[in-house]
């Protein structure tokens, strides 16, 4: 049993041309995470001979209201084309729109009108999704460095929603990088999100970089994983410390077991 590796590209060689970065993380193994589509030039993408593993599934909206739901469903839909051409595994949510350095466009309080709300809406994206032929996944997200503000952003809050929906449309993208500062605990939290895990992400903490160079115990949660019966993809949403190769060889140690 193996896990499915990924990177995130725009956080790579972040001197060089997308298309190239893309090239060199197939070349090398692993399959590609991205973000906005629009950042790209898409026929790039198809030539780099990439396979995507996430993207970005929206480009504007929020789960919570009737004007930001209508507004994620049109986006959604628009971006659920672009990733069929590209053979995106995985369209990725999050509690609201994110704008400048990832903070929310509109920063709410998670009341519980909001909560119902946002579980229609989604509902209404696996319905695009069964449409369409595509799957989401609704990642958590950390308060208290990088996304204050965002409703529905810790891990339990994004498991609450996605296992309330129970569609096989819409899975959770398990950021532990995010989970680790918001929360901790991460094995048991792995353990209660299993039946729901679309994907994991992973990153140190502090600083954002790979496996190995902060504080969580990373071959201990890869054992853990590979314990729970978990075989599914796992991407590396970080930065390199030092040189690409270097950080992508100990991501991939980390979960090579």
């Not at 929906?165 to 500062?181: E, F, G, K, S, T």
């Amino acid at each position: 049993m193996a896990f499915t590796l990924a990177a995130c590209a725009e956080m790579l060689w972040r001197d060089r041309p997308i298309e190239w970065r893309c090239a060199q993380l197939q070349e090398m193994g692993f399959q590609v995470g991205l973000w906005n589509w629009p950042d790209h030039d898409l026929a790039a993408l198809e030539r780099s001979g990439a396979t995507f593993s996430i993207m970005n599934g929206y480009l504007e909206g929020r789960l919570a209201d009737d004007e930001g739901a209508e507004m994620l469903l049109a986006s959604a839909r628009e971006t659920a084309l672009v990733g069929k051409r590209l053979g995106v595994a995985r369209l990725n949510l999050h509690g609201t729109g994110l704008g400048d350095g990832g903070r929310p466009r509109l920063a709410e309080i998670a009341t519980p009108l909001k909560w119902v709300k946002a579980r229609d809406t989604l509902h209404r994206i696996c319905d695009l999704a069964e449409e369409l032929d595509v799957n989401f996944t609704l990642e958590n997200l950390n308060l208290p460095v990088d996304h204050a503000g965002v409703p529905f952003a810790r891990a339990e809050e994004c498991l609450a929603l996605v296992a309330s929906v129970d569609r096989p449309q819409l899975r959770l993208n398990l950021d532990l990088y995010h989970a680790q500062i918001g929360e901790g605990n991460l094995i048991e939290l792995c353990r209660a999100c299993l039946p729901w895990i679309g994907e994991v992400q992973v990153a140190d903490v502090p600083g954002r970089r790979e496996p190995g160079t902060g504080e969580i115990n990373y071959a201990g949660v890869a054992w853990a994983l590979r314990g729970m019966g978990y075989d599914g993809p796992v991407g590396m949403e970080a930065f390199a410390s030092g040189a690409e190769v270097d950080a992508l060889e100990a991501f991939r140690a980390a979960f090579t077991l």
